[in-house]
T-cell receptor, first 112, second 114 residues
Framework: AQSVTQLGSHVSVSEGALVLLRCNYS??????LFWYVQYPNQGLQLLLK??????LVKGINGFEAEFKKSETSFHLTKPSAHMSDAAEYFC??????????FGSGTQLTVLP | GAGVSQSPSNKVTEKGKDVELRCDPI?????LYWYRQSLGQGLEFLIY????????KSGLPSDRFSAERTGGSVSTLTIQRTQQEDSAVYLC????????????FGQGTRLTVV
């Protein structure tokens, strides 16, 4: 079965600092991987997705993620955090039929 | 509509009552998902519909939970004899289907069982 593990349920960074949110996947076949963001009291919004076209994927709001097969990782990064980045971030993997399985989420706090 | 619409946005019900939650997916989307998000928890998969295929019900937590999708469009999630532990935000999403399709989420229904 395909699944994702997010390391760190809470991450705090200072404004302007690097954001690194970790995601590892388990999959017996090349996966489709996603990062979603959830702002308070809102639904989830897609940040970016990996579909094997390129290992470095750029998303919205300056976020990017790199697919590393050797490490089975798909970590999310942003060079410089903004206060508006404070939210919960979810990594997800898609099965062949399209069903999405989500990680447990990482709450990002940005400190002034 | 422009996005996934869920109704009601909030629902307070008494323990033991039945509730129905509605999801209107994006027109043309063949895949539809229901997830549950409890306070401080991640997204718990409930059920997945894809076209005319049999739905994947493997995430439904008990036989009090059921869902249907009529005409390949609107979906209703029904919880019978609600319990306090059913209190959560229920999220619906839809996509074009297939393994790489982006899922678009509704705003969710916040269910409170008192």
């Amino acid at each position: 079965a395909q699944s994702v593990t997010q390391l760190g349920s809470h991450v705090s960074v200072s404004e302007g600092a690097l954001v690194l949110l970790r995601c590892n996947y388990s999959s017996s076949v090349p996966p489709y991987l996603f990062w979603y963001v959830q702002y308070p009291n809102q639904g989830l919004q897609l940040l970016l997705k990996y579909t094997s076209a390129a290992t470095l994927v750029k998303g919205i709001n300056g976020f990017e993620a790199e697919f590393k097969k050797s490490e089975t990782s798909f970590h999310l990064t942003k060079p410089s955090a903004h206060m508006s980045d404070a939210a919960e971030y979810f990594c997800a993997v898609s099965r062949r039929r399209g069903q999405l399985t989500f990680g447990s989420g990482t709450q990002l706090t940005v400190l002034p | 509509g422009a996005g996934v619409s869920q109704s009601p946005s909030n629902k307070v019900t008494e323990k033991g009552k039945d509730v129905e939650l509605r999801c209107d997916p994006i027109s043309g989307h063949t895949a539809l998902y229901w997830y549950r998000q409890s306070l401080g928890q991640g997204l718990e998969f409930l059920i997945y519909f894809q076209g005319n295929s049999a739905p994947d019900k493997s995430g439904l937590p008990s036989d009090r939970f059921s869902a249907e999708r009529t005409g390949g469009s609107v979906s209703t999630l029904t919880i019978q004899r609600t319990q306090q532990e059913d209190s959560a935000v229920y999220l619906c999403a839809s996509s074009l289907g297939g393994a790489g399709g982006e899922a678009f989420f509704g705003q969710g229904t916040r269910l409170t069982v008192v």
